[in-house]
Nanobody, 115 residues
């Protein structure tokens, strides 16, 4: 089973930026889709952004124009560049690797947006 390790979370002020990284234990092109999800306290996990094997990206409405997903194949890493962060972006961010219907998850990284 693939191992996904997220990093880059932390505390940031409103309006700030962060870049999250997700490094996989195997070739990320083995998967149909790589993505980022998030879960805020008391809320369901929700999609943030995905990138499929062909490079097509998909963003949640709240992420469009503020967040950018990218990947580095040789580094087996997927990134989430986040900008114009707001307190409502506070959540645990999870990396996901999807192969057909199987969803593989990382352990998550906390992002806190607060002054």
């Amino acid at each position: 089973q693939v191992q996904l390790v997220e990093s880059g979370g932390g505390l940031v002020q409103p309006g700030g930026s962060l870049r999250l990284s997700c490094t996989a234990s195997e070739n990320i092109f083995n998967f149909n889709r790589m993505g980022w999800y998030r879960q805020a306290p008391g809320k369901d996990r929700e999609l943030v952004a995905t990138i499929n094997v062909g490079g097509v990206t998909n963003y949640a409405d709240f992420a469009e124009g503020r967040f950018f997903i990218s990947r580095d194949g040789p580094e087996k890493t997927v990134y989430l560049q986040m900008g114009s962060l707001a307190p409502e972006d506070t959540a645990v961010y999870y990396c996901n690797a999807q192969l057909l219907s199987r969803m593989n998850w990382g352990q998550g990284t906390q992002v806190t947006v607060s002054s």
